[in-house]
Nanobody, 116 residues
Framework: QVQIVESGGGLVQPGGSLRLSCVVS????????MRWYRQAPGKEREMVAE????????TYDGSVKGRFTISRDNAKNSVFLQMTSLKPEDTAVYFC?????????WGQGTQVTVSS
């Protein structure tokens, strides 16, 4: 059974930083590419960042490029999202997604709120 558990969300002031973590079990982690998505209230879920299965390729949405960094540790079945210079518009539930081809799995999400 695949389990994906995100953590690290919370309330942070504008300009602050947070580091999200995602731990995956039940699949061969180093075969799966990983993505972070986010969904704000009343909005569509959008992809924030992506990393290849071995970590040699990274892609970012333009709204977070230069502020967010995705990384992974295949020895710990984990993927991370370091978020800096946070803005109120970054407020959303952040989801971890593991995929290979058409096979994909979602986590439950972690809430990030950027507010003074």
């Amino acid at each position: 059974q695949v389990q994906i558990v995100e953590s690290g969300g919370g309330l942070v002031q504008p300009g602050g930083s947070l580091r999200l973590s995602c731990v995956v079990s039940g699949l061969i982690f180093n075969k799966y590419a990983m993505r972070w998505y986010r969904q704000a209230p009343g909005k569509e879920r959008e992809m924030v960042a992506e990393i290849t299965s071995v970590g040699d390729g990274k892609t970012y949405d333009g709204s977070v490029k230069g502020r967010f960094t995705i990384s992974r540790d295949n020895a710990k079945n984990s993927v991370f999202l370091q978020m800096t210079s946070l803005k109120p518009e970054d407020t959303a539930v952040y989801f971890c997604y593991a995929y290979i081809g058409l096979d994909g799995y979602w986590g439950q999400g972690t809430q990030v709120t950027v507010s003074s």
